[in-house]
């Protein structure tokens, strides 16, 4: 059985960090490509940040560019999304998402889903 579970979501002040965490369960995330999106009620998912499974390459969207960092750690099994000097526009749903995207920020480009985990940020 094929799942993601996000973790560390919260609630933090204006300028304030956060770690988010993506762990899968029934398959390894080395070999596939791994998006994390966000999405806030009335609006559609948007696309966050993609990490490449093999060859380094990460993406971001323009809102959390210079903020936001993705990493990996294999043998975790587990993908990152550290978030700094957070703002109260990055409240939101957040999940992470596994597959082989040619559009890396689109979720339909996704096969697997996590079940979210809420990012407040307020002060």
């Known amino acids: 059985q094929y799942q993601l579970v996000e973790s560390g979501g919260g609630l933090v002040q204006p300028g304030g960090s956060l770690r988010l965490a993506c762990t899968a369960s029934?398959?390894?995330?080395?070999?596939?490509?791994v998006g994390w999106f966000r999405q806030v009620p009335g609006k559609k998912r948007e696309g966050v940040s993609f990490?490449?499974?093999?060859?380094?390459?990460?993406n971001y969207a323009n809102t959390v560019r210079g903020r936001f960092t993705i990493s990996r750690d294999n043998g975790e099994n587990t993908v990152y999304l550290q978030m700094n000097n957070l703002e109260v526009e990055d409240t939101a749903v957040y999940y992470c998402?596994?597959?082989?995207?040619?559009?890396?920020?689109?979720?339909?480009?996704?096969?697997?889903w996590g079940q979210g985990t809420q990012v407040t940020v307020s002060s």
């Open positions: 998402a596994a597959g082989h995207p040619s559009l890396v920020l689109l979720p339909d480009e996704y096969d697997y």
């Open positions: 029934g398959f390894s995330l080395d070999v596939y490509g």
């Open positions: 990490s490449h499974p093999s060859d380094g390459t990460t």
